[in-house]
């Protein structure tokens, strides 16, 4: 009788997390095109990150003081604080410029698209310094290495592509022109916003070890990258150039402010759904963001995109979702394998 009522109850939650998840991707994606907006009215790239991370710090704070203090370690080491400022610096403040100035000069849409590349990356980092294991003898090793060379194919694909002008237009206006240079740095900046990101998980996943309260991190993290940036954004300029004589003060505040808040609440979840479900279940709704974003940016913006794009956008996916399907496989394996180890020979054992 209680395993039958704890059905209802486990369906319920699985229908909140798919939701949710969902949810959280429609969020990203007006997130994006509403920063992108914003920069297209002239508010710097600085002053987003500023103030979003502010609101970021401000909206997780009191909920990682109330349900993660007892996890806060004792004592900040300087390994520890070091590890902060490098995660603030390269998720907050590099990451979040780059993918703003890529945004920018090429679209919301391609944005969304690129942090695809994101499991790849990760898997190619942490292979570097031995965090992954990888047995060339192993199906899910050649399949996570063939998904993310599909990955990064279907990413220069698509930069390729969407910095290729219109034959209408190549002709009438600039005929010697191959490539838009302007939609070319903007990739450039998409990938070394995903490139930074991907380092920032893996210094994540190590700094967790020590400080194992996620939510706390990002808090934290949140309230130094303000700090870093407006350091940043100062030496640069040496002016904190806010762009507000382009759009009023109040509106400026409540759009940064509610993006940053809508960051705030999706990163909380996507937490909670990772805990639940992994983080192979929450990655594989990374894509629908593009597919709205492209959506959104036709219907606002007038944004388009082309069959080019489109093709590699797909490459991307698929590439992604080999990654995902192995590394899956891979820890389902190691978790089964010393299970049936005992009742089982050599010859039937699973796994690599």
Known sequence: MVVWNMKPIMLLEDLAIIGGLIAVQFFYAGTSVLMGYLMSLGISAFVIVIFSSLATFLLLSPFAVSFERKKWPKKLSWKLGLQLVLIAFGGVTLFQTLLLKGIEQTSAAMATAMPNLAPGLIFIIAWTFGLEKVKLSCLYSKVKILGTLLCVVGAVTMGLMHSTPPAQETSVNTPNIIFDREKIIGCV?????VFVLSSTVVLQATTLGDFPAPMSLCAITSLIGVFVTTVVELLQNHKLDFGWEFVGLPETMSYIALG????????????WAMKKRGPVFVSMFSPIATVISVILSAITLGDSIDIGSLSGMFLMFAGLYYVLWAKGKENY????TPILAQKVSPMQRIGC
């Open 260 to 271: 940053g808040m809508i960051n705030g609440v999706c990163l909380s979840f996507n937490a």
């Open 333 to 336: 394996s190691n978790i089964v």
């Open 189 to 193: 900046y998409l990938l070394a916003a």
